[in-house]
């Protein structure tokens, strides 16, 4: 079910979740409506937790407006209810096995890839193997119709945070997988990895943020930059942090310090207005946040 629900969450209104860019995209977006900075903090500082709470507030905003995981969980049963009936039907009608043993095997075999019986309790019905057949199943097909009712009367009982916990495979875990990628922060500006998966060698972001909004200030002023990372690698600037033990380490030379980031020097590139807008409309907050400075991390002016 929780991969069923994925699946839905990839159609109509939810397609962002389609590829990563396309999620990127609507994350920043929202970001921009809600036009808050304590929210923007969130994103920058908690990206991988900020994430997962979007993705759960997503799919639990889809599933329970007008009464849809319901109607979900209902659809769903009702297929493998079928199923199971005509997986009963079929069995009931190969009349090369005619014993118990043989009924209950052909119902296995046909429902194999969705259903998994456990194997004792296989072995213990087929030692039934003297009963009568046709009251086997008429009995079987009994209990299947009592399920049914069972089941879908559960469905009105639980609220949506139950029937997820419930789930072995948890769709906001399937969707954030598919969206997520690597993720690393950049040590500059602190826009994550956009390769996708573990096997790549280097992390690398294609839109940079002023620096600024990764923690950076300059020495002296301790003013925010609002320089990006590919613009700074070209440049002969020098910066210093905990990772170079306080001393000047030049921008060019950053791979001797960040060996597993590939960050192509390019100035022509200027900050994206998207990213310059957020650092001057939330200026004021980004100096007096003490929770954002990090006075560990200081750019040279030279
Ligand atoms: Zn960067
Ligand atoms: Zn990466």
Request: glycine letters at 4%; aromatic letters at 12%.
């Amino acid at each position: 079910m929780g991969m069923e629900m994925a699946g839905e969450m990839l159609i109509g209104e939810n397609s962002v979740f389609g590829t990563r860019m396309s999620f990127q995209k609507s994350v920043l977006k929202n970001l921009l409506d809600v036009s808050e900075f304590k929210t923007y903090l969130k994103f920058i500082q908690s990206y991988k937790q900020f994430v997962k709470k979007v993705i759960f507030y997503k799919v639990k905003n889809h599933f329970t407006g007008e009464n849809k995981m319901i109607t979900f969980e209902e659809k769903l049963h009702s297929e493998v209810i079928e199923e199971i009936t005509l997986a009963i039907k079929k069995a009931e009608q190969d009349s090369k096995k005619n014993d118990i043993k043989g009924f209950i095997e052909n119902i296995c075999k046909e429902l194999e890839i969705k259903l998994v019986f456990p194997k004792d309790v296989v072995d213990k019905i087929s030692t039934l193997n003297n009963a009568n057949q046709q009251k086997f199943t008429e009995s079987l097909q009994c209990s299947v119709k009592d399920m049914d009712k069972l089941l879908k009367t559960s469905f009105q009982e639980r609220d949506f945070q139950s029937k997820i916990d419930c789930l072995q495979t948890k769709p906001q875990d399937v969707l954030f997988n598919r969206v997520w990628g690597c993720g690393k922060p950049c040590p500059f500006c602190e826009a994550p990895c956009e390769a996708g998966g573990g096997a790549h060698t280097e992390h690398f972001v294609s839109i940079h943020r002023p620096k600024g909004l990764g923690c950076y200030g300059f020495d002296d002023s301790k003013k925010l930059v609002t320089d990006i990372c590919t613009s700074l690698v070209h440049s002969d600037k020098c910066f210093k942090c905990l990772d170079t033990n306080d001393q000047w380490h030049p921008y060019k030379e950053y791979k001797i310090i960040y060996l597993d980031w590939r960050i192509d020097p390019d100035p022509s590139i200027k900050a994206s207005l998207y990213w310059k807008y957020v650092m001057t409309s939330f200026i004021n907050w980004l100096i007096n946040s003490g929770d954002f400075i990090c006075q560990s991390h200081v750019d040279s002016v030279t």
